[in-house]
């Protein structure tokens, strides 16, 4: 069974590269034509959808278990949760942009930034610590809870939503099939 850190792990590689194909453009600046433009419109919607997935079963569970584990784990998950607050705001931003605006490539490079920073952060300061003190069988638990909680997570990244894991226990299920609803209506999960 993975691993809450397996699940995670395997979403932030996922991102990363995404993250760096973003990179290489070409961009509206960079003389992309239309096609491109679209198809860059389209990789920035996959990103939407899968770091809004990645950072609602964080919310629900990962946070959750890191404020009860450790003994900073307040101060990490507060940390981090604001870490995921000031990115939801950017691609909120971003999702409702077309490449060919101009704060589009200056939104997409803030979030490249801070989201490498946001994964580091997360593999790098409370990885080691949680791994430390959680034995293997929950953290294949907590594994599956992630997983599970994928499949009905929201797509979009709701920064107006409050981030606590009782919200989103109650409110997310609907939010979510709003999401995947307007999803199928305009085509973005094609
Ligand atoms: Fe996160
Ligand atoms: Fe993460």
Do not use: C
């Amino acid at each position: 069974m993975p691993s809450a850190f397996d699940v995670l792990g395997k979403d932030h590689e996922e991102v990363k590269r995404m993250l760096s194909e973003l990179e290489l453009g070409p961009t509206a600046a960079t003389g992309a034509n239309s096609d491109q433009l679209a198809l860059r419109k389209k990789m920035v919607q996959q990103l939407v959808i899968e770091e809004s997935k990645h950072e609602a079963v964080e919310e629900m569970y990962f946070w959750p278990a890191v404020r009860d584990a450790l003994t900073d784990g307040t101060d990490l998950a507060n940390q981090a949760q604001s870490q995921e607050q000031e990115g939801k705001v950017v691609l909120d931003q971003l999702d409702k942009l077309a490449p060919e605006d101009e704060q589009f490539e200056s939104l997409l490079a803030e979030f490249i930034s801070a989201g490498r920073e946001h994964i580091a952060f997360e593999e790098t300061t409370v990885w080691p610590s949680l791994r430390s003190v959680l034995s293997a069988e929950q953290a294949d638990e907590l594994g599956q809870k992630l997983e599970n909680g994928k499949k009905s997570a929201p797509t979009r990244p709701h920064p107006h939503t409050p981030a606590s894991p009782g919200v989103l226990k109650t409110a997310g299920p609907a939010v979510a099939a709003a999401d995947r609803l307007r999803d199928k209506a305009t085509g973005r999960d094609e």
